[in-house]
């Protein structure tokens, strides 16, 4: 069973930056591709980005494309979501999400159905 665990969650100006960064409790990422997703009132889970095992392989949502930038340091055991140029509508509770594999991402990896384990999330709330 592979907890996770998000951090960096908080209120920021429209325009300002965000980081979050997501943990496993009590075992390593070995062999596991990560995603972000983000849920706001009212609305369904979306996805917002992925991340192979590797981290040479990137996958995002059209709304956040240029301005998110997923990662991870497998040797910290940590995945990061940098949120830069943040606008009022990115506000959502934001989840961390984890499903085993090595290969390159792709739009299969935006379904959240496929990922086995998820984080408790992380609030984010963007002020105009």
């Known amino acids: 069973q592979v907890q996770l665990v998000e951090s960096g969650g908080g209120l920021v100006q429209a325009g300002g930056s965000l980081r979050l960064a997501c943990a496993p409790s009590g075992r390593t990422f070995s062999g596991y591709t990560m995603g972000w997703f983000r849920q706001a009132p009212g609305k369904e889970r979306e996805f917002v980005a992925t991340?192979?095992?590797?981290?040479?392989?990137?996958y995002y949502a059209d709304s956040v494309k240029g301005r998110f930038t997923i990662s991870r340091d497998n040797a910290e055991n940590t995945v990061y979501l940098q949120m830069n140029s943040l606008k009022p509508e990115d506000t959502a509770v934001y989840y961390c999400?984890?499903?085993?594999?090595?290969?390159?991402?792709?739009?299969?990896?935006?379904?959240?159905?496929?990922?086995?384990?998820w984080g408790q999330g992380a609030q984010v709330t963007v002020s105009s």
């Open positions: 999400a984890a499903r085993r594999g090595y290969a390159s991402v792709n739009y299969y990896d935006t379904q959240p159905g496929k990922y086995n384990y």
């Open positions: 991340i192979n095992w590797s981290g040479d392989s990137t």
